[in-house]
Nanobody, 125 residues
Framework: QVLLAESGGGLVQAGSSLRLVCAAS????????MAWFRQAPGKEREFVAA????????DYIDSVKARFTISRDNTKNTVFLEMNSLKPEDTAVYYC??????????????????WGQGTQVIVSS
C-alpha cells in the first residue's frame, strides 16, 4: 500500500510560522501530484494547495496564496507546506494526499486516492 505520514504541526500564536512535512513510502513518488487539505472542527475537509509531480505548477486557495508555499523533494519522497503569518482561522487538522495519472492539478477530494493520518495545527489569537 501507499503510505503517507504528516508531521510538523503544533500550537502557535497568530503571526507565527510552521513547516509541515509529508513523507511517502512504498510507491513511485515522482509519478504523483501531491496536495494538502485541512479540516477544521465541525467543517468539511477543504483543499489548501497542490503541486505537480515535477514541481512545474502549483495551486492554492485564495486565503493562503500569499502566506503558504507548497514544495517537494522527489529525491527524498517528501512534500512540504510552509505556512507563514498564521491566523486563528488556519486552525485545523492538515492532511497530505496523493493522486496518480492526472494531467492537471485537482482540488476535489475524490481525485486523491491516498491520504495520511493528519497533523494538528492550532493557532491562538
Amino acid at each position: 500500500q501507499v503510505l503517507l505520514a504528516e508531521s510538523g504541526g503544533g500550537l502557535v500564536q497568530a503571526g507565527s510560522s510552521l513547516r509541515l512535512v509529508c513523507a511517502a513510502s512504498r510507491f513511485l513518488f515522482e509519478r504523483y501530484n501531491m496536495a494538502w487539505f485541512r479540516q477544521a472542527p465541525g467543517k468539511e475537509r477543504e483543499f489548501v494547495a497542490a503541486i505537480k509531480w515535477n514541481s512545474d505548477s502549483t495551486d492554492y486557495i485564495d486565503s493562503v496564496k500569499a502566506r503558504f508555499t507548497i514544495s517537494r523533494d522527489n529525491t527524498k519522497n517528501t512534500v512540504f507546506l510552509e505556512m507563514n503569518s498564521l491566523k486563528p482561522e488556519d486552525t485545523a487538522v492538515y492532511y497530505c494526499a496523493a493522486a496518480v495519472g492526472l494531467p492537471a492539478l485537482k482540488r476535489d477530494i475524490s481525485s486523491y486516492a491516498y491520504w495520511g493520518q493528519g497533523t494538528q495545527v492550532i493557532v491562538s489569537s
